[in-house]
């Protein structure tokens, strides 16, 4: 399953936020369950950005959530109060999928 959050800067760059969420990440990652995690930036507007966990189950994610609330707070520190964090939402993993032809073929 992937968790799905989007990320509003105010006064801090993509690049500061990001040098934060690897720290995070990190140590969220030593989480059972946890399969990894990407942060995306909109080409569109340089102070959004979304990030993409993926979890081997909602239940192991929601397990460790207050943990990774602390994690996270702990780590934005002063950065904290200029990032808003908007939560998408759970979601499976693909029921359809449509792929390039040869795409995934060894």
């Keep these: 399953m992937i968790f799905i959050f989007e ?4 006064g801090v760059s993509a ?4 040098q934060r969420w690897i720290e995070a990440s990190r140590i969220i990652q030593r989480s059972p369950g946890a399969q990894g995690t990407r942060l995306h930036r909109d080409l ?10 993926r979890w081997r189950s909602a239940e192991e994610r929601r397990s460790r959530e207050p ?13 904290a109060p200029r990032c808003r964090i908007r939560i998408v939402g759970e979601f499976s993993d693909p029921e359809w999928e449509v792929l390039p032809e040869g795409a995934g073929l060894n």
Excluded: F, Q, S
Excluded at 44 to 53: G, S, T, V, Y
């Design 7 to 10: 990320v509003l800067l105010d």
């Design 15 to 18: 690049e500061e936020y990001a």
């Design 44 to 53: 569109n507007d340089p102070n959004r950005l979304l990030a993409i966990a």
């Design 67 to 79: 943990y990774h609330v602390e994690v996270v707070k702990r780590t934005l520190g002063a950065l």
